[in-house]
T-cell receptor, first 113, second 108 residues
Framework: DADVTQTPRNRITKTGKRIMLECSQT?????MYWYRQDPGLGLRLIYY???????NKGEISDGYSVSRQAQAKFSLSLESAIPNQTALYFC????????????FGSGTQLSVL | RKEVEQDPGPFNVPEGATVAFNCTYS??????FFWYRQDCRKEPKLLMS???SGNEDGRFTAQLNRASQYISLLIRDSKLSDSATYLC?????????FGKGTMLLVSP
C-alpha cells in the first residue's frame, strides 16, 4: 500500500460545486502539504500543516480551505469550484528530521467544467 | 525575479550524451537545495540533495554556488530512462519552493 494516499485519483465537476480532496498517510509524519501543478507553472504550495493544530497558507490559498483531522489526514476543499482550479493536485508529507524530503501522493487530477 | 528559475527545455539528447541543467534562486537566505525528478503525470521524487562542496551519485553530479545563487545538475552517459522533468527545489525557513522544471528527452 502507498505511504501517502490521495482520493480520488480523478474528478470531474461543474463550476460552483463543493469538492473535497482527501489525503492520508501511514508514514507517521507531522508535516503535510497540498500543492497544485499546472502546465508551465510548476508546483505551487496551497496550504501546509506542521501538526494537527497548525494550518498555514501557502502561495495560492485563495479559493481553498483545508482541515487537518488527525496527524494522518489532511483534506483540501474547494468551496465553490471554478474552471481555473483545474489542475493536478498533490499531497505531500515530511517530518522534522527529514524536512528536506517530501513524500508525495500519486496526485488527483481535477477538472472543473 | 522569480524565486526559482530553470530553463524549461525540452533538452533533446541522444543516448550516451552528457547534459547539464541550471537553476538560479532569488532568496539568499535559502537553506537547502535539491533536485527532484518527475515522470509525466506522476509524483515528484527526490533525486539528490545539493551541497556547496558538490556531490555525485553515479552518473549524476550536483553543484551549488551560494555566491552566485546558482545550482546545477550534470547527467553523464544519458539513458532512455533518464527522460523526465527535473525540478530544482529550494528550501527556505519552513517550506520548499519548486522551479517549473526542465524536460529531458533522451532518444536512441
Amino acid at each position: 500500500d502507498a505511504d501517502v494516499t490521495q482520493t480520488p485519483r480523478n474528478r470531474i465537476t461543474k463550476t460552483g460545486k463543493r469538492i473535497m480532496l482527501e489525503c492520508s498517510q501511514t508514514k507517521g509524519h507531522d508535516r503535510m502539504y497540498w500543492y497544485r501543478q499546472d502546465p508551465g507553472l510548476g508546483l505551487r504550495l496551497i496550504y501546509y500543516s506542521f501538526d494537527v493544530k497548525d494550518i498555514n497558507k501557502g502561495e495560492i490559498s485563495d479559493g481553498y480551505s483545508v482541515s487537518r483531522q488527525a496527524q494522518a489526514k489532511f483534506s483540501l476543499s474547494l468551496e465553490s469550484a471554478i474552471p481555473n482550479q483545474t489542475a493536478l493536485y498533490f499531497c505531500a508529507t515530511s517530518d522534522e528530521s527529514q524536512r528536506k524530503k517530501l513524500f508525495f501522493g500519486s496526485g488527483t487530477q481535477l477538472s472543473v467544467l | 525575479r522569480k524565486e526559482v528559475e530553470q530553463d524549461p527545455g525540452p533538452f533533446n539528447v541522444p543516448e550516451g550524451a552528457t547534459v547539464a541543467f541550471n537553476c538560479t534562486y532569488s532568496n539568499s537566505a535559502s537553506q537547502s537545495f535539491f533536485w527532484y525528478r518527475q515522470d509525466c503525470r506522476k509524483e515528484p521524487k527526490l533525486l539528490m540533495s545539493v551541497y556547496s562542496s558538490g556531490n555525485e551519485d553515479g552518473r549524476f553530479t550536483a553543484q551549488l554556488n551560494r555566491a552566485s545563487q546558482y545550482i546545477s545538475l550534470l547527467i553523464r552517459d544519458s539513458k532512455l530512462s533518464d527522460s523526465a522533468t527535473y525540478l530544482c527545489v529550494v528550501r527556505g525557513y519552513s517550506t520548499l519552493t519548486f522551479g517549473k522544471g526542465t524536460m529531458l528527452l533522451v532518444s536512441p
